[in-house]
């Protein structure tokens, strides 16, 4: 297997969903607490790395082994059957990586606390029955919410936890401003599933995974789209304004024509080769702009 194709296999190109709100929980953790375990912070995002990869390898497997389309789809689409990779390597790879994750989590949950076993379990449960099991999430109206909720939310929710446990207050009120800070990642990576659901609608329906988008209907979860980008915004601003975020982070805003623009280009067309890259350039953007803008604050 080369470099290249592995690289695809963990859809390395999807990390930015995981990196980005990793920073975030740092930034947060340091401008309202001062904390910072950098020690626990690498062995998770380490740990986080490599289940993130393990996951895109379990979704590939999952939908190469229960693809309706054998010809199209499993032959020429998924990774696994185009380049005529061995199933049993690829497993192999797969195990091998949750086991490494799963034992520094543990270590980490044994240094920390069993709180962050609690999420730890939630994260894994959602990777691995995303794409498992008789009825698994990728194929139900779910995929949107848990993956934001879990690549969004979860991990920043951790990242704040490994920084902060020692020193943190936790009630309603502190969730509830964990939640705010994490609103946009978890907007635009959600959005980031519902434009891939949208582009492989058809081809969704015809290997029987009805998702969001079909119950919504292509014109609803496309607005749908548009209203997740704008309540990104309106997050980053009320972060700023409930002074959970230096006044630097409304910097965000620089971007809001360049998002404007992508999403214009995907309300056009939504086709999974031509204008799925827009979703990705979304988060990419939005997300490395709010840290950054939230990292020079720090500072200032």
């Known amino acids: 297997m080369s470099l290249a194709v592995f690289l695809e296999l963990v859809e390395i190109k999807a990390?930015?969903?995981?990196?980005?709100?990793?920073?975030?929980?740092?930034?947060?953790?340091?401008?309202?607490?001062?904390?910072?375990?950098?020690?626990?912070?690498?062995?998770?995002?380490?740990a986080m790395f490599i289940f993130n990869m393990a996951v895109d390898i379990l979704d590939n497997l999952n939908d190469y082994h229960h693809?309706?389309?054998?010809?199209?789809y499993k032959r020429k689409t998924n990774i696994i059957g185009r380049e005529h990779l061995s199933v049993k390597l690829v497993f192999s790879i797969m195990i091998t990586m949750v086991i490494i994750s799963a034992l520094i989590g543990v270590v980490l949950a044994w240094l920390t606390g069993w709180p962050l076993l609690i999420m730890g379990l939630w994260c894994y449960l959602v990777g691995v029955f995303y794409s498992s099991g008789p009825h698994p999430f990728?194929?139900?109206p779910l995929g949107e919410l848990l993956s934001g909720v879990t690549m969004g939310f979860m991990i920043i929710l951790i990242?704040?936890?490994l920084n902060t446990f020692e020193v943190i207050t936790?009630?309603?009120?502190t969730i509830a401003k964990i939640a705010l800070i994490a609103l946009p990642t978890s907007a635009w990576i959600a959005n980031l599933m519902l434009a891939n659901n949208i582009s492989d609608l058809d081809e969704d329906e015809s290997n029987l995974r009805y998702t969001l988008p079909h119950y919504l209907g292509k014109k609803r979860a496309v607005n749908l789209f548009v209203l997740l980008n704008v309540i990104a915004f309106i997050a980053i601003i009320g972060a700023v304004v409930v002074k959970i975020a230096p006044w630097t982070m409304l910097i965000t805003l620089v971007v809001v024509p360049i998002v404007v623009k992508q999403t214009r280009i995907f309300m056009k067309k939504q086709v999974k080769k031509e204008t799925f890259v827009t979703a990705i350039r979304i988060l990419a953007i939005g997300s490395f702009a709010q840290v950054v803008s939230y990292a020079v604050g720090l500072f200032v």
């Open 170 to 173: 936790w009630n309603v009120a």
């Open 138 to 140: 990728s194929s139900m």
């Open 15 to 46: 990390k930015t969903a995981s990196v980005l709100p990793f920073l975030i929980g740092i930034c947060f953790s340091w401008y309202n607490y001062h904390a910072l375990n950098l020690g626990y912070v690498i062995l998770f995002f380490i």
């Open 159 to 161: 990242s704040i936890y």
């Open 67 to 72: 693809a309706v389309d054998e010809l199209e």
